[in-house]
């Protein structure tokens, strides 16, 4: 035999040995994919660390996770977040299968484990540097609540939280104190930027609600509808939505379905009263100190009548409020559909708040649980009835001695004769024949959409378009043939606004978020591009010199 045809049987018989290195050299096809899930209430737990033989991964906000390139044979699956026990699993894998390993997680005692959200993205508690407090529906304040402040009232260090008792009336957030000093005189607003499910509020007229023809412009919100309010407390918050949060941000997210079919309902019933009034002379002490101190002709003026004035402007205000909703939760979407129905009287009569709100929240998977699509609109009428100007103060300084109504007068009601810019007014008179009422339209909406982008772990594309959009109609009126305007010589007068506003946004940005493998940790970059754009009309018009008695709304 040759030398050659030896040199080629020797390469014959060592080429499996040349074969095997370059075979176990290729990658592992191997698989491991999972869902991670809260031992106690069987949701998903988002930003879960999932470790298997050196490679890891974070799970998604649907709980699930995908480790692929994992060598064949036995393995352990390990997971931890702070908040919950880590837990583990076995399993064993061959090249080119892929194997389902779902775990579950017992929440442990360890505070800042919460998932909060802070404008672009969800953060871990514990992972936050700046001054962030969220509270959830468990820890709101209980009651009659009218406007989303009152959940977080007296709740939040640093959070001052003012109401002015009024039925819905306007309420302020003071977050550090008043931020803004107004050399100007134009009203510069220490008001907080509100956000709800990522739409900011009000743009057009500056942080704060927003445009209302009634007392505050967050009551188109109902508070049975809100699952958290994060509050943003330091200036590290202008870093995402720029000088308008320069008193703060206050983050609102709604309900949305958490598990299956579910209806819901819950209604209430209130009274309150005024328990202490201002301590006025009856009518014999006024009568006695008139008789002792005044001159005769002030005494002929005395009535003979006996009349508390306090007690026809004040009242037992009575209120309601009924809530409905329907929510369900499947493995790819979840869904809440609400309606709430409030009204509430005020303990001065001609005071009254009636709001009707409707919500939808819509939650959708797609792709293979890449795509994540949310869909959030809110809508509401808001009508208020104010009391009349001067109700209180003429309730005060009309004498006891003089009765409520007077046939021979124009208006039935009793009034000092003549016009004496001195002399009190008539305030049921004031009650039965002004007239200030506003209603507000108002609705919120916003489409969110986030895209697991292929061929790197934990980058994604994020799109918000977002909407808010009001109009609010106010009317004063005061007739000619009130005692108050035939004293000043106006006759009557007529004061109509009917404003509009309109915001919409527009967010596109890109997140990564991965574990830093060298050492202990994770990464987390955002960057994109914000749009917003504003749009009010505030006309109005004011009447004076009116003959009329009566107007029409």
Same mark, same amino acid.
């Given at each position: 035999?040759?030398?050659?045809?030896?040199?080629?049987?020797?390469?014959?018989?060592?080429?499996?040995?040349?074969?095997?290195?370059?075979?176990?050299?290729?990658?592992?096809?191997?698989?491991?994919?999972?869902?991670?899930?809260?031992?106690?209430?069987?949701?998903?737990?988002?930003?879960?660390?999932?470790?298997?033989?050196?490679?890891?991964?974070?799970?998604?906000?649907?709980?699930?996770?995908?480790?692929?390139?994992?060598?064949?044979?036995?393995?352990?699956?390990?997971?931890?977040?702070?908040?919950?026990?880590?837990?583990?699993?076995?399993?064993?894998?061959?090249?080119?299968?892929?194997?389902?390993?779902?775990?579950?997680?017992? =929440?442990?005692?360890?505070?800042?484990?919460?998932?909060?959200?802070?404008?672009?993205?969800?953060?871990?508690?514990?992972?936050? !540097?700046?001054?962030?407090?969220?509270? #959830?529906?468990?820890?709101?304040?209980?009651?009659?609540?009218?406007?989303?402040?009152?959940?977080?009232?007296?709740?939040?260090?640093?959070?001052?939280?003012?109401?002015?008792?009024?039925?819905?009336?306007?309420?302020?957030?003071?977050?550090?104190?008043?931020?803004?000093?107004?050399?100007?005189?134009? +009203?510069?607003?220490?008001?907080?930027?509100?956000?709800? #499910?990522?739409?900011?509020?009000?743009?057009?007229?500056?942080?704060?609600?927003?445009?209302?023809?009634?007392?505050?412009?967050?009551?188109?919100?109902?508070?049975?509808?809100?699952?958290?309010?994060?509050? %943003?407390?330091?200036?590290?918050?202008?870093?995402?939505?720029?000088?308008?949060?320069?008193?703060? &941000?206050?983050?609102?997210?709604?309900?949305?379905?958490?598990?299956?079919?579910?209806?819901?309902?819950?209604?209430?019933?209130?009274?309150?009263?005024?328990?202490? %009034? =201002?301590?006025?002379?009856?009518?014999?002490?006024?009568?006695?100190? &008139?008789?002792?101190?005044?001159?005769?002709?002030?005494?002929?003026?005395?009535?003979?009548?006996? !009349?508390?004035?306090?007690?026809?402007?004040?009242?037992?205000?009575?209120?309601?409020?009924?809530?409905?909703?329907?929510?369900?939760? $499947?493995?790819?979407?979840?869904? /809440?559909?609400?309606?709430?129905?409030?009204?509430?009287? $005020?303990?001065?009569?001609?005071?009254?708040?009636?709001?009707?709100?409707?919500?939808?929240?819509?939650?959708?998977?797609?792709?293979?649980?890449?795509?994540?699509?949310?869909?959030?609109? /809110?809508?509401?009428?808001?009508?208020?009835?104010?009391?009349?100007?001067?109700?209180?103060?003429?309730?005060?300084?009309?004498?006891?001695?003089?009765?409520?109504?007077?046939?021979?007068?124009?208006?039935?009601?009793?009034?000092?004769?003549?016009?004496?810019?001195?002399?009190?007014?008539?305030?049921?008179?004031?009650?039965?024949?002004? @007239?200030?009422?506003?209603?507000?339209? /108002?609705?919120?909406?916003?489409?969110?959409?986030?895209?697991?982008?292929?061929?790197?772990? +934990?980058?994604?594309?994020?799109?918000?378009?977002?909407?808010?959009?009001?109009?609010?109609?106010?009317?004063?009126?005061?007739?000619?043939?009130?005692?108050?305007?035939? @004293?000043?010589?106006?006759?009557?007068?007529?004061?109509?606004? #009917?404003?509009?506003?309109?915001?919409?946004?527009?967010?596109?940005?890109?997140?990564?978020?991965?574990?830093?493998?060298?050492?202990?940790?994770?990464?987390?970059?955002?960057?994109?591009?914000?749009?917003?754009?504003?749009?009010?009309?505030?006309?109005?018009?004011?009447?004076?010199?009116?003959?009329?008695?009566?107007?029409?709304?």
């Amino acid at each position: 035999m040759s030398r050659s045809t030896h040199f080629a049987s020797a390469l014959l018989a060592m080429l499996p040995l040349l074969i095997a290195p370059l075979h176990a050299q290729q990658p592992p096809t191997t698989t491991i994919r999972g869902r991670i899930t809260d031992s106690t209430t069987k949701q998903p737990i988002s930003g879960v660390t999932v470790t298997v033989e050196g490679r890891s991964t974070l799970t998604q906000p649907d709980g699930r996770f995908v480790i692929t390139g994992v060598a064949s044979g036995a393995h352990t699956v390990r997971t931890r977040i702070i908040g919950y026990g880590p837990a583990s699993r076995d399993v064993t894998v061959t090249d080119g299968q892929t194997v389902d390993a779902d775990l579950t997680m017992a =929440p442990q005692a360890i505070g800042l484990s919460e998932v909060v959200v802070v404008g672009y993205g969800e953060q871990r508690a514990g992972n936050i !540097t700046g001054a962030v407090t969220q509270m #959830d529906s468990a820890a709101f304040n209980r009651g009659r609540l009218i406007s989303p402040e009152q959940l977080i009232q007296s709740k939040i260090p640093g959070v001052q939280v003012v109401d002015n008792n009024e039925p819905g009336g306007g309420m302020s957030i003071r977050i550090r104190g008043a931020t803004s000093v107004d050399l100007s005189g134009v +009203g510069a607003s220490s008001e907080p930027l509100y956000v709800v #499910d990522g739409v900011p509020l009000g743009i057009a007229s500056g942080p704060g609600g927003g445009l209302s023809a009634g007392r505050n412009p967050l009551n188109f919100i109902n508070p049975n509808d809100i699952e958290t309010i994060t509050v %943003l407390r330091d200036a590290s918050a202008a870093a995402i939505y720029g000088a308008n949060a320069a008193n703060g &941000v206050v983050l609102i997210q709604t309900k949305r379905g958490h598990t299956g079919p579910q209806f819901e309902y819950n209604g209430s019933t209130s009274a309150s009263r005024v328990t202490r %009034l =201002p301590d006025m002379l009856n009518a014999a002490q006024f009568r006695t100190a &008139v008789q002792t101190y005044a001159t005769p002709s002030q005494i002929s003026q005395l009535g003979a009548a006996s !009349t508390n004035w306090f007690s026809l402007v004040d009242q037992t205000a009575y209120g309601q409020e009924h809530n409905f909703a329907i929510s369900g939760r $499947g493995e790819t979407q979840d869904w /809440r559909i609400s309606a709430g129905y409030l009204n509430q009287n $005020g303990v001065i009569r001609g005071t009254t708040t009636e709001r009707l709100s409707l919500g939808l929240n819509f939650n959708q998977l797609l792709f293979d649980n890449k795509l994540d699509i949310r869909t959030s609109l /809110r809508g509401s009428r808001a009508d208020d009835q104010f009391t009349p100007g001067g109700v209180l103060s003429n309730a005060a300084q009309m004498g006891p001695t003089q009765p409520v109504f007077d046939s021979t007068a124009t208006t039935g009601y009793y009034d000092w004769p003549g016009n004496t810019l001195t002399s009190a007014d008539n305030p049921v008179a004031i009650l039965a024949m002004a @007239k200030d009422q506003g209603r507000t339209y /108002r609705s919120i909406g916003n489409l969110q959409a986030s895209y697991q982008l292929p061929y790197v772990d +934990g980058l994604k594309a994020n799109i918000n378009l977002g909407y808010d959009i009001a109009e609010a109609t106010r009317q004063t009126f005061n007739p000619s043939v009130l005692h108050s305007q035939q @004293k000043t010589g106006t006759d009557g007068t007529d004061y109509r606004s #009917d404003f509009t506003q309109s915001n919409t946004t527009l967010e596109t940005y890109l997140s990564y978020l991965a574990p830093i493998h060298a050492v202990p940790g994770t990464i987390d970059i955002t960057g994109g591009y914000s749009f917003a754009q504003s749009h009010a009309e505030y006309p109005a018009f004011f009447a004076s010199g009116l003959t009329t008695a009566t107007s029409r709304r």
